[in-house]
């Protein structure tokens, strides 16, 4: 089994920063790419940020510039620095992971349980 445990949501101000973290555990042999997406309320879930093993990040343009991706591979966890935060941040969010378990050979995706973003004007 694989677990993902999300961490770091909260209530902040407007221009204020965040920052999430995602940590896999379990029978993993080979973490593919990690990555996180929100839903806000009424909203379709939206990729926000994605990094591969090779350290090749993709962003959505609403968060280019101010959110960072980033991965500890030695505790399987990745990261999510959010400054400069809007309201329109506020949204669930959760981290994604692509990764082989140990003695399966095709790729499976998991998500953690999401953490609350609220951001106040």
């Known amino acids: 089994q694989v677990q993902l445990v999300e961490s770091g949501g909260g209530l902040v101000q407007a221009g204020g920063s965040l920052r999430l973290s995602c940590a896999a555990s379990?029978?993993?042999?080979?973490?593919?790419?990690m990555g996180w997406y929100r839903q806000a309320p009424g909203k379709q879930r939206e990729l926000v940020a994605g990094?591969?093993?090779?350290?090749?990040?993709n962003y959505a343009d609403s968060v280019k510039g101010r959110f960072t991706i980033s991965t500890d591979n030695a505790k399987n966890t990745v990261y999510l620095q959010m400054n400069s935060l809007k309201p329109e941040d506020t949204a669930v969010y959760y981290c994604?992971?692509?990764?082989?378990?140990?003695?399966?050979?095709?790729?499976?995706?998991?998500w953690g349980q999401g953490t609350q973003v609220t951001v106040s004007s």
């Open positions: 990094i591969t093993g090779g350290d090749i990040t």
């Open positions: 379990g029978s993993i042999s080979t973490i593919n790419a």
């Open positions: 994604n992971v692509d990764l082989i378990r140990s003695g399966i050979k095709y790729p499976l995706r998991y």
